[in-house]
């Protein structure tokens, strides 16, 4: 079962930064929490994970609480092409032989 | 990172024949998984197929009505057996290495049972 909770849809204008929450209150010390988003008709694609440290690349920021039991995707300029389905995941690190389990994710809209 | 390459991409059955479903990486990888994602629904795993060893399969699927096959690193096939439109869906292999810390997916297969 997935381990986290997160807000069905939200909708975002374009150009906008996107905050997508996720609640993981049963978090595990040694898990981290994964992103991965899926555009229409594609595959799950990885965007970003982390321990407890926030953490940023080129596609988005991560920030997680001091308890970390939620966390939070920042999209700082939200475009078109970003509209998909957003799912947090918990897992434990170098876990790449386990698969992934799917909760049903937030639906971004972006909003030109 | 890892490609992955599925085929076919899309197709449309009629009830009671079998398709099989192709998933080629372009790398050797021990663990590959594949998924089912119904309409409008999240990803459910199906399968956890390890070369050399008979796949594992999550509750609810069975290896008569979905069998994988694992022939080496590269390579492995879903066949979903004896379709009734409820197996309408999209399936996706994936895989994941201990090395990664992200898992690749396919571009998925649109199954589409009349």
């Known amino acids: 079962d997935a381990k986290t909770t997160q807000p069905t849809s939200m909708d975002c204008a374009e150009g906008r930064a996107a905050n997508l929450p996720c609640n993981h209150s049963t978090i595990s010390g040694n898990e981290y929490v994964y992103w991965y988003r899926q555009i229409h008709s594609q595959g799950p694609q990885y965007i970003i994970h982390g321990l407890k440290n926030n953490e940023t690349n080129e596609m988005a920021s991560l920030i997680i609480t001091e308890d970390r039991k939620s966390s939070t995707l920042i999209l700082p300029h939200a475009t078109l092409r970003d509209t998909a389905v957003y799912y947090c995941?918990?897992?434990?690190?170098?876990?790449?032989?386990?698969?992934?389990?799917f909760g049903k994710g937030t639906r971004l809209s972006v909003i030109a | 990172s890892a490609v992955i390459s599925q085929k076919p991409s899309r197709d449309i059955c009629q009830r009671g024949t079998s398709l099989t479903i192709q998933c080629q990486v372009d790398s050797q990888v021990t663990m590959m998984f594949w998924y089912r994602q119904q309409p409008g629904q999240s990803l459910t795993l199906i399968a956890t197929?390890?070369?050399?060893?008979?796949?594992?399969?999550e509750s609810g699927f069975v290896i008569d009505k979905f069998p994988i096959s694992r022939p080496n690193l590269t390579f492995s096939t879903l066949t979903v057996s004896n379709m009734s439109p409820e197996d309408s869906s999209i399936y996706l292999c994936s895989l994941g290495t201990a090395a990664y810390n992200e898992q690749f997916f396919g571009p998925g297969t649109r199954l589409t049972v009349l």
């Open positions: 995941i918990v897992r434990v690190a170098n876990s790449g032989n386990t698969p992934l389990v």
């Open positions: 197929a390890n070369q050399g060893s008979e796949a594992t399969y």
